[in-house]
Every structure is written in structure tokens, then in C-alpha cells.
């Protein structure tokens, strides 16, 4: 049974290991876009509503509302879609101590997933919030994450954590795997 890790992360002790689950941050688009989609919907609804019960002397202008119509059912649904990807995606942490799992969850299915051997994993760290493009005084909490290395790349995962969550996460997985902090010979510790 998934218990409070810290903030807002979830997690289960398994049979070999941990699993994690990290809700994606929704951002300051939601509050906004949202509603105002949400009246858009809810108007362009009752004008369809009554295009379509009323007689249509001219079959042009009807053709052309029809389509609109198909441009209004198509952003409809990339609404929802884009609903249920704000509410219920989340990023998954399986680790064992042989293996590494990261996954991407939408609605509990899985969309994508990447596995890393543990042996290959080095250097987890907390990557701060970077200060927001268009604001220069306000700090953007959604560009934080946990950094680590696989191998010679860079990998990132846990998008919009706090210092907090990422420091109690980081010791869990620990506790899991001894994951080295050293760098390889010729590999330079850049901070992103």
C-alpha cells in the first residue's frame, strides 16, 4: 500500500525493492486555460445545438457550419485528452537492486518507460528551479528535477519536485542501491 514519502510522493516497499510514484506538476496554465476552454465548450455547444435543429435553406452555409462543427469536436476532444494528462499523469520509480525503472503513467497506463542497470547509474542529484523565461524575478517550481548519469549520458526524471522530496527520495533509493557519486575519467560535472 502506497504510504507519504514527502510533498506530494507516494511510495511501497516491494519484494526487492521501491516503487515511487511523482505526479507531474500542472503549472500555471490550468487555473487559466482550463475554465476559459471549459465556457468555450459550453457555448459553442448550445450554437451547434441549434444549428442542427433548425432547417437549412442554404446547403453552402451549412456545409461550412459543418465543418466548423468538426473543428469544434476535434479541439473538444484534445481538451479532454489534455484533461486527463494534467490530472492523472505521473512518473513511476521501480528499483530493485539489480534495476532502474522510470515509467510514465497516464490513467495507471503505462505510455513510456525507460530501464537503466543500477550498476550503470552514478551522481543522483537535485537539479534547483531555474528562474522563469518570461518573469525575470520568478522562479519556475516545474524546471526542478533529480539529475543521474547512465553509462556517458545524462538523464533527468521527477520534473517539478522540491528540494525536500528529491533529498527524501534520493535516500530511499539509497537505502535500496549504493549508487557511486564519482565521475569517469574525462567526464566533466557540469550543473545541468
Not at 101 to 117: D, L, S, Y
Not at 149 to 177: D, N, P, Q
Amino acid at each position: 500500500m502506497l504510504e507519504r514519502l514527502e510533498g506530494r510522493l507516494m511510495w511501497e516497499r516491494t519484494s526487492q525493492g521501491i516503487l515511487v510514484t511523482i505526479p507531474i506538476p500542472r503549472g500555471l496554465t490550468v487555473p487559466l486555460y482550463g475554465p476559459l476552454v471549459i465556457i468555450w465548450l459550453v457555448f459553442a455547444s448550445f450554437h451547434y445545438w441549434h444549428l442542427l435543429a433548425a432547417p437549412h435553406p442554404d446547403i453552402t452555409e451549412f456545409n461550412l457550419q459543418l465543418i466548423a462543427l468538426g473543428v469544434y469536436a476535434v479541439g473538444t476532444c484534445f481538451f479532454l485528452c489534455w484533461m486527463i494528462w494534467i490530472f492523472t499523469a505521473e512518473n513511476v520509480l521501480s528499483l530493485v537492486s539489480s534495476e532502474m525503472k522510470i515509467q510514465r503513467r497516464v490513467i495507471g497506463i503505462e505510455v513510456a518507460a525507460t530501464r537503466f542497470p543500477t550498476h550503470n547509474v552514478r551522481n543522483l542529484r537535485y537539479i534547483p528551479p531555474t528562474k522563469f523565461w518570461a518573469l525575470s524575478g520568478y522562479i519556475d517550481p516545474k524546471t526542478s528535477y533529480i539529475q543521474f548519469r547512465a553509462g556517458s549520458t545524462k538523464h533527468s526524471f521527477a520534473r517539478g519536485v522540491t528540494e525536500t522530496e528529491a533529498h527524501a527520495l534520493i535516500r530511499r533509493m539509497l537505502e535500496v542501491y549504493n549508487f557511486p557519486n564519482r565521475q569517469l575519467p574525462g567526464e566533466v560535472d557540469d550543473p545541468a
